[in-house]
Nanobody, 117 residues
Framework: QVHLVESGGGLVQPGGSLRLSCAASGSIFRLNVMGWYRQAPGKQRELVATITSGGSTNYADSVKGRFTISRDNAKNTAYLQMNSLKPEDTAVYYC???????????WGQGTLVTVSS
């Protein structure tokens, strides 16, 4: 139905920046929420940021002021601009696509972000 492909992960030094992309294909419902979640080794998956099709955003406290989520509806793509990266940001980042009615949730394959010297 909906397929998500993530890109942009990699190795970056503390203080550096990365931009993640999530391209959606298939049956894209107009009213939806896209977001980024992350999971570090030994930890639960946690919300990073979300953005609605209308542009409303929500961020985890730990990334406010450093990360920016955006989307290009024409390209069906969501982005996560990550600045001032810290070692504690190291995790696998997963893109998420969610529709309430009809109920639907799809996850991307994950992309690894490693922040280390």
């Amino acid at each position: 139905q909906v397929h998500l492909v993530e890109s942009g992960g990699g190795l970056v030094q503390p203080g550096g920046s990365l931009r993640l992309s999530c391209a959606a294909s298939g049956s894209i419902f107009r009213l939806n929420v896209m977001g980024w979640y992350r999971q570090a080794p030994g930890k639960q998956r946690e919300l990073v940021a979300t953005i609605t099709s209308g542009g409303s955003t929500n961020y985890a406290d730990s990334v406010k002021g450093r990360f920016t989520i955006s989307r290009d509806n024409a390209k069906n793509t969501a982005y996560l601009q990550m600045n001032s990266l810290k070692p504690e940001d190291t995790a696998v980042y997963y893109c998420n696509f969610r529709v309430v009615v009809p109920s639907l949730e799809v996850w991307g394959q994950g992309t690894l972000v490693t922040v280390s010297s």
